[in-house]
């Protein structure tokens, strides 16, 4: 049973360049969630993606923006990105009306230099 | 206030006694809760969740919630060096179908040989 699964694992880019992270959700779920975690702090919700639309957002700026495609992967892109942007994100599946059950993947940590 | 509070520790617990982690919330209306277990550099899992007032046992892990005084607990019994990481406490929000999870800044624990 393949397991939610995010690409890369780690990325390093510069003040003001765009950078995309991609996410496959675990094997039939149809939900996924994007998180942002700084060190020491608790995941921060950014958006949910069902039926490839965003149906839920945080408080997060127009910079942060998404996609979901037909076979449920789901795509996180940042624009004009910022050192306070630097964060492991996370992005977590699971199957509509069964929310709360969200298995995480491995997470991408992006550094911004 | 935060949403969500957890005492960020480190909380230190000797090996087989019992290791007991506190959050509180604002939202009286909140209806599940979560806790997660996340590992230094990985992302977090779930432990349990827990949706009625009182106890869930699973194992060596019980959940406690008391929704008059907008509390959660994880008690680990027989704490082993491998409970050795920071717990998530996380609360559902939203309505049905567009919900997400606000977590805590998580407790820090380390299982003392």
């Known amino acids: 049973d393949a397991g939610v699964t995010q690409s890369p694992t780690h990325l390093i880019k510069t003040r003001g360049q765009q950078v995309t992270l991609r996410c496959s959700p675990k094997?039939?779920?149809?939900?996924v969630s994007w998180y942002q975690q700084a060190l020491g702090q608790g995941p921060q919700f950014i958006f949910q993606y069902y039926e490839e639309e965003e149906r839920q957002r945080g408080n997060f700026p127009d910079r942060f923006s998404g996609h979901q495609f037909p076979n449920y992967s789901s795509e996180l892109n940042v624009n004009a990105l910022l050192l306070g942007d630097s964060a492991l994100y996370l992005c977590?599946?699971?199957?509509?009306?069964?929310?709360?059950?969200?298995?995480f993947g491995p997470g991408t940590r992006l550094t911004v230099l | 206030q935060k949403e969500v509070e957890q005492n960020s520790g480190p909380l230190s617990v000797p090996e087989g006694a019992i290791a007991s982690l506190n959050c509180t919330y604002s939202d009286r209306g909140s209806q599940s809760f979560f806790w997660y277990r996340q590992y230094s550099g990985k992302s977090p899992e779930l432990i349990m969740f827990i949706y009625s007032n009182g106890d869930k046992e699973d194992g060596r892990f019980t959940a406690q919630l008391n929704k008059a005084s907008q509390y959660v607990s994880l008690l680990i019994r027989d704490s082993q060096p491998s409970d050795s990481a920071t717990y998530l406490c996380?609360?559902?929000?939203?309505?049905?179908?567009?919900?997400?999870?606000?977590f805590g800044q998580g407790t820090r624990l380390t299982i003392n040989p």
């Open positions: 996380a609360v559902k929000r939203g309505i049905q179908g567009a919900q997400k999870l606000v």
């Open positions: 094997s039939g779920h149809d939900t």
């Open positions: 977590a599946s699971s199957l509509a009306g069964f929310t709360d059950t969200q298995y």
